[in-house]
T-cell receptor, first 112, second 115 residues
Framework: GQQLNQSPQSMFIQEGEDVSMNCTSSSIFNTWLWYKQDPGEGPVLLIALYKAGELTSNGRLTAQFGITRKDSFLNISASIPSDVGIYFC????????????FGKGTSLLVTP | NAGVMQNPRHLVRRRGQEARLRCSPMKGHSHVYWYRQLPEEGLKFMVY????????ESGMPKERFSAEFPKEGPSILRIQQVVRGDSAAYFCASSPLVGQGTEAFFGQGTRLTVV
């Protein structure tokens, strides 16, 4: 199926550290999306990747679309306390381009 | 330009009652998607609607759940005879163009608790 596996499940880091998390699938995706969800809120799109090999940045965030189209990673540089939240990868369902499949998320905690 | 508005933010229902969740899409958006998030899980697609039409309800349980998006007014996700397993966060997303679920914006969600 089109399951998305995220790792690590959770991370506990100090402010200023860099963070890396990834997402893998046994299926090919043509689009990779990274979302952040703050506690009690809905997911907010951080970065969208549309092309294999693409490397895209959004401020301190950088994401890459894997060459095999079966993986993606998200890096956060110089983390700050407001980076706390759950980060989800997502990709469109192959049967319907509009429905998104989500991973289970990576929970990030940042201590000052 | 207001974002996707969902209400209520929190809803408590006793087993057997009905839950009605409302979603007003962003201005100019005529495509609505509902997702459910169980604790410690990612979001799962439930249903995709356009004005007055259900396009895809493949992710919705066959019984007790229904959705509508009338010509006027918000989209409604209705859960009849709720059970404890329905406790979850329900998110609505909207997009301006057909099928652009990847470009959708999410609301803040309705957290349903069934007691």
């Amino acid at each position: 199926g089109q399951q998305l596996n995220q790792s690590p499940q959770s991370m506990f880091i100090q402010e200023g550290e860099d963070v890396s998390m990834n997402c893998t699938s046994s299926s090919i995706f043509n689009t990779w999306l990274w979302y952040k969800q703050d506690p009690g809120e809905g997911p907010v799109l951080l970065i969208a990747l549309y092309k294999a090999g693409e490397l895209t940045s959004n401020g301190r965030l950088t994401a890459q679309f894997g060459i095999t189209r079966k993986d993606s990673f998200l890096n956060i540089s110089a983390s700050i306390p407001s980076d706390v939240g759950i980060y989800f990868c997502a990709g469109p369902n192959s049967n319907s381009g509009y429905a998104l499949n989500f991973g289970k998320g990576t929970s990030l905690l940042v201590t000052p | 330009n207001a974002g996707v508005m969902q209400n209520p933010r929190h809803l408590v229902r006793r087993r057997g009652q009905e839950a009605r969740l409302r979603c007003s899409p962003m201005k100019g958006h005529s495509h609505v998607y509902w997702y459910r998030q169980l604790p410690e899980e990612g979001l799962k697609f439930m249903v995709y609607l356009q004005k007055e039409n259900i396009i895809d309800e493949s992710g919705m349980p066959k019984e007790r759940f229904s959705a509508e998006f009338p010509k006027e007014g918000p989209s409604i996700l209705r859960i009849q005879q709720v059970v404890r397993g329905d406790s979850a966060a329900y998110f609505c997303a909207s997009s301006p163009l057909v099928g652009q679920g990847t470009e959708a914006f999410f609301g803040q969600g309705t957290r349903l608790t069934v007691v």
